[in-house]
């Protein structure tokens, strides 16, 4: 099994700014996703952070307000930008296991917007 | 389009007693995994069990088990004895394209003393 941290696990911040997540897997994992579930509502997947790469979106994402980083098969990073209240939510960090039949997840980073 | 459908928003049980939890998915996919997750209040999402699309048997983790009902295109869970600290969000979630999981809208579950 993976484990999974993420930092911070959680921040107030102030409308307009922005925050770095930070996801950390400790062993090479192949794929790694970020999620976001607002407050009452089920996970809605971000994007799939790619090694390397630009980062796939999904529809109603986009990079310049969630900006990825994946420079290596263990870490992983999200930024949300010029946030608003609306991104109050937890934002999630995920690997996919080596044998695809689990799926592990960070704890969770809580953003509060004021 | 790939879809997961849980239709109880909550659900309350007595400790002890068995609970299932429904979940009924649309896909067109051959082969597909389904997941069963637990988020208790502290957020955190914690897995609980997986079937393959094409395992024959249903999926069992000690206490959970799932209902798999390939035909009927539902893959249910099932708590046994319930306890106190089985309270919380449970998501049941489709692996799609690429690994990526589509959740259901989740089951709140209230164990009853």
């Known amino acids: 099994s993976a484990v999974i941290s993420q930092k911070p696990s959680r921040d107030i911040c102030q409308r307009g700014t922005s925050l770095t997540i930070q996801c950390q897997v400790d062993?090479?994992?192949?794929?790694m996703f970020w999620y976001r579930q607002q407050p009452g509502q089920s996970l809605t997947l971000i994007a799939t952070a790619n090694q390397g790469s630009e980062a796939t979106y999904e529809s109603g994402f986009v990079i310049d307000k969630f900006p990825i980083s994946r420079p290596n098969l263990t870490f992983s990073t999200l930024t949300v930008s010029n946030m608003s209240p609306e991104d109050s939510s937890i934002y999630l960090c995920?690997?996919?296991?080596?044998?695809?039949?689990?799926?592990?997840f960070g704890p969770g980073t809580r953003l509060t917007v004021l | 389009a790939q879809k997961i459908t849980q239709t109880q928003p909550g659900m309350f049980v007595q400790e002890k007693e068995a609970v299932t939890l429904d979940c009924t998915y649309d896909t067109s996919d051959q082969s597909y995994g389904l997941f069963w997750y637990k988020q208790p209040s502290s957020g955190e999402m914690i897995f609980l069990i997986y079937?393959?699309?094409?395992?024959?048997q249903n999926a069992t983790e000690g206490r959970y088990s799932l209902n798999f009902q390939k035909a009927r295109k539902s893959a249910n869970l099932v708590i046994s004895a319930s306890q106190l600290g089985d309270s919380a969000m449970y998501f049941c979630a489709m692996r799609a394209l690429a690994g990526k999981l589509i959740f259901g809208q989740g089951t709140e579950l209230s164990v009853k003393p």
């Open positions: 079937q393959g699309s094409y395992d024959e």
């Open positions: 995920s690997a996919e296991g080596t044998d695809r039949d689990t799926q592990y």
């Open positions: 062993s090479q994992v192949t794929m």
